[in-house]
Structures are given as structure tokens and as C-alpha cells.
Nanobody, 117 residues
């Protein structure tokens, strides 16, 4: 059984930081490209960032997060992280972790991030 379990969400003030984690099990983690997507209230799901396999040498960021967001992976811990700085109210969303290998694509249940004063 493949499980992607996100954690680290919560309530943060504008300008604050959060680090999200996604622990994977049931897959050979290093063979999967990993990513983060988000879905804000009343919005469509959108890409936040992706990181390549196996080493994470290549990353890709949505324009909205460039300079504020960093994605990285720790294959020894089967975990991918999303460091978010200078958070804005428009970053409020449920953040989902994804794992992709060819046509195999798995999603986590998500973690809520709320940016508000």
C-alpha cells in the first residue's frame, strides 16, 4: 500500500515561514519524482514545486513561489520537504504531496496551510 503523509501545516502570520513534510511508504522513493500541489478555497489545484529523482538535482517552481519556496528531498528518510518563507494570505490552501514514476501517480491527503493575521 502506497502512503504519502503530509505534515507541518498550520496557521501562520503573513511574512512567516512553514516547512511541510511528506513521508512516503510503499514505494521505492528514490525512483519517484516528487511534488507539491495546492488548492486554495474556491480555486483550482495548482502546482507549487517538483523535484527530480533520484537525487533531487533538478527542481521546478511555479511563478508564484519563486524566491520564497524551496523543495528538497531526503531519500534516506523517504521524505520530501517544502520550505515556504515570506508567506502571504494567498498561499492559504490545502497542500498535497505527489509521487510520480511514469504512469504511476500517487497523492497524499493534504495538509492545511492558513496564512492570516
Amino acid at each position: 500500500q502506497v502512503l504519502l503523509v503530509e505534515s507541518g501545516g498550520g496557521l501562520v502570520q503573513p511574512g512567516g515561514s512553514l516547512r511541510l513534510s511528506c513521508a512516503a511508504s510503499g514505494i521505492i522513493f528514490s525512483t519517484y519524482a516528487m511534488g507539491w500541489y495546492r488548492q486554495g478555497p474556491g480555486k483550482q489545484r495548482e502546482l507549487v514545486a517538483t523535484v527530480s529523482w533520484p537525487s533531487g538535482r533538478s527542481t521546478h517552481y511555479a511563478e508564484s513561489g519563486k524566491g520564497r519556496v524551496t523543495i528538497f528531498r531526503d531519500n534516506a528518510k523517504n521524505t520530501v520537504y517544502l520550505q515556504m518563507n515570506s508567506l502571504k494570505p494567498e498561499d492559504t490552501a490545502v497542500y498535497h504531496c505527489t509521487a510520480q514514476n511514469g504512469q504511476l501517480n500517487y497523492w497524499g491527503q493534504g495538509t492545511q496551510v492558513t496564512v492570516s493575521s
